[in-house]
């Protein structure tokens, strides 16, 4: 059985073609400046060779057409007819309350999602332009959505709702979403495997931390509680992105900056979070380099970025009573050995003891916790593609 996953942005589209026997990869890709001058295709083969072919991509509809096109080139392409795809899996970032799990797409489906663009402007309105021209690409094919809110429908509604007027929340759905849901998904399950056990007896924290990063207390399995709200930017201290500040600050800005709306907005997503404090970059590689040469502000924006990360951690550890297992991904977490130990360094009153020579580690499933440590640490590299291909398949069946 082989499946396609397919994740659209606004000019962007990844994709991957996975081999659900084996769970193995046999081909992605990365669709850029759709509509823009300049689109380019990159497709990498199950070897790793990359073919890279710039080619006019007038809307998304074209850039599926690449896409199909690629993977089935005579020389370099993983199939040799399209037939071969049982279904296609849609990333799709907002379901508002209406799903909990993943879905088989008809057309209430995609009614249910244009009625969540009002919640989700920036991402739905690309993922739904993707599924239709899926549909109208490969007719017949089953597709399936796959949400990044879907994890944390199982939140109590304490978690979920703001303390605001409570007409807010039933007239415009203002309420804790959360996001990175298949990602949490994903780590918790592994790391269940890892450790041997059972998800139904344990509690994990998962901590996303990329460009954009989020954590989820994991319960037996279930979110109880996650850090990004309404939109991506509560929560963490991102790469450009402030998550929890004074909500006052957003009228002062207005009225002592002549900020508009739109503009607070802006500076809030675009212009904040380690990128903000540094001000020299919001890739923490970046940011690493310049606090080793003693620059002051790059230092405290990974100050403000671990304490908040940590902050979190133990919040969530109350919430649910205790920790077994604390789980590190994306490109930050799987990768950044200092961040990792600097988030726990403290935690030691609460179980948490790094060892640092596991820790040492990139982009590997590893346990990184000392033998002795009450709560395990493991790094876990993400894999939403896979969550999203296996989701397809169970529906699929
Ligand atoms: P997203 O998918 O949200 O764009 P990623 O999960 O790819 O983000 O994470 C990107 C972030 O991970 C960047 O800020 C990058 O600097 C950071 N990162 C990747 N590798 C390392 C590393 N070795 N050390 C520190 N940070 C790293």
New binding site residues.
């Given amino acids: 059985m082989k499946i396609l996953v397919i994740n659209c942005g606004s000019s962007s589209l990844k994709y991957q073609l996975l081999n659900m026997e084996s769970e193995t990869l046999m081909a992605s890709g990365l669709v850029e400046r759709i509509g823009i001058d300049g689109s380019v295709i990159t497709h990498k083969t199950e070897a790793g060779e990359k073919i890279v072919k710039e080619v006019a991509m007038a809307d998304h509809k074209e850039a599926l057409n690449q896409v199909l096109a690629a993977l089935t080139d005579e020389n370099t392409g993983a199939v040799k007819a399209l037939s071969e795809i049982s279904a296609v899996g849609h990333r799709v970032v907002h379901a508002g309350e209406k799903y909990s799990a993943s879905v088989l797409i008809d057309d209430d489906v995609i009614a249910a999602l244009e009625e969540c663009v009002p919640l989700a402007p920036l991402h739905n309105p690309p993922n739904l332009i993707g599924i239709r021209a899926m549909i109208e690409l490969l007719p017949g094919t089953p597709n399936v959505a796959v949400f990044d809110t879907a994890f944390h429908q199982t939140m109590p509604k304490e978690a979920f709702i703001y303390a605001l007027p409570y007409e807010y929340y039933e007239k415009h759905g203002i309420r804790r979403y959360g996001f990175h849901g298949t990602s949490h998904r994903y780590v918790s399950e592994r790391a269940a495997a890892m450790l041997g056990k059972d998800i139904k007896d344990l509690k994990i924290i998962s901590c996303?931390?990329?460009?954009?990063?989020s954590l989820a207390a994991i319960d037996g399995g279930k979110c109880v509680d996650t850090s990004m709200g309404f939109t991506p930017l509560e929560g963490l201290v991102?790469?450009t992105r402030c998550g929890i500040i004074d909500p006052a600050i957003v009228t002062f800005l207005m009225e002592n900056e002549g900020l508009t709306a739109k503009e607070v907005d802006n500076v809030m997503n675009k212009q904040s979070g380690?990128l903000g404090v540094s001000g020299v970059s919001?890739?923490?590689?970046?940011?690493?380099r310049a606090a080793a040469v003693g620059n002051e502000r790059a230092q405290l924006a990974l100050d403000v970025f671990r304490r908040r990360v940590k902050k979190y951690i133990a919040a969530y550890t109350a919430v649910m009573g205790g920790v077994d297992a604390i789980l590190f991904t994306?490109?930050?977490?799987?990768?950044?050995?200092?961040?990792r130990a600097e988030i726990v360094k403290g935690l030691e009153f609460m179980g948490v003891k790094m060892d640092d020579a596991k820790n040492d580690v990139?982009g590997k499933e590893v346990i990184v916790s000392a033998d002795d440590s009450k709560v395990k640490l493991l790094v876990i590299p993400?894999n939403e593609e896979l969550m999203i291909a296996k989701d397809t398949l169970e529906i699929l069946q």
């Fill in positions: 996303h931390l990329g460009n954009g990063a991102m790469g380690v919001s890739d923490f590689r970046d940011i690493d994306a490109g930050l977490g799987e990768n950044s050995i200092t961040d990139r993400t």
